[in-house]
């Protein structure tokens, strides 16, 4: 019978010492809000992050932004106007005293779809439909700023595209350059 807890104590603590060297690399799942462009959209994403060790790590970063409030004059109504993102990336990062402040810089590539659809309705003219849908590459640096130690983190975000857009840089920073602010959940 001695043998047998002897056995399990020693089983026991190795699961545990495994547990321990397994920390180091670490899942969170990252939900924030934020706002993109002119109009102003706002942003709803989720960013999972897994990381390799204490300073590189993997990451996909998903993001919806719609129209909220309609800036369009008279008789022009906005019937829908959103895009869809998936990014997949790499990151490196720096941690500050204590481990509690982290600065990750992400380099992000994948795909955006966006579409939008406008009428115009008015009386001395016809009724006119204009509508367009567009899948386009999507790449770019994300900078990260985390902070806590424990399990849950204040995360802020900005992105940075560098996909091909007229008139860059400014067609990019009107357009599409966003700022999220969110809570960060490690899931070990």
């Not at 899948?135 to 204040?154: C, I, N, P, Q």
């Amino acid at each position: 019978m001695r043998l047998i807890f002897t056995f399990l104590f020693i089983t026991a603590s190795c699961m545990q010492a495994q547990d321990s060297a397994k920390q180091k690399s670490t899942f969170e799942i990252k939900p924030a809000v934020g706002a993109t462009g002119t109009p102003i959209k706002p942003t709803l994403s989720v960013m999972v992050l897994h990381s390799l060790d204490h300073r590189f790590s993997i990451a996909s970063h998903s993001m919806l932004s719609f129209l909220l409030f309609e800036n369009t004059p008279d008789y022009i109504t906005t019937n829908y106007n959103y895009s869809l993102s998936q990014k997949f990336g790499v990151g490196y990062s720096l941690y500050g005293k204590r481990r509690k402040a982290r600065h990750s810089l992400f380099v992000l590539g994948g795909i955006r779809h966006i579409t939008f659809k406008e009428t115009m309705e008015n009386p001395d003219l016809d009724k006119i439909t204009v509508s367009t849908r567009s899948t386009v590459a999507d790449y770019g640096l994300m900078y990260e700023f985390s902070l806590g130690k424990k399990r849950y983190t204040f995360d802020t975000r900005i992105y940075c595209p560098l996909s091909p857009i007229q008139y860059y840089p400014q067609g990019t920073l009107t357009n599409l350059v966003y700022l999220e602010m969110g809570i960060g959940i490690k899931l070990y």
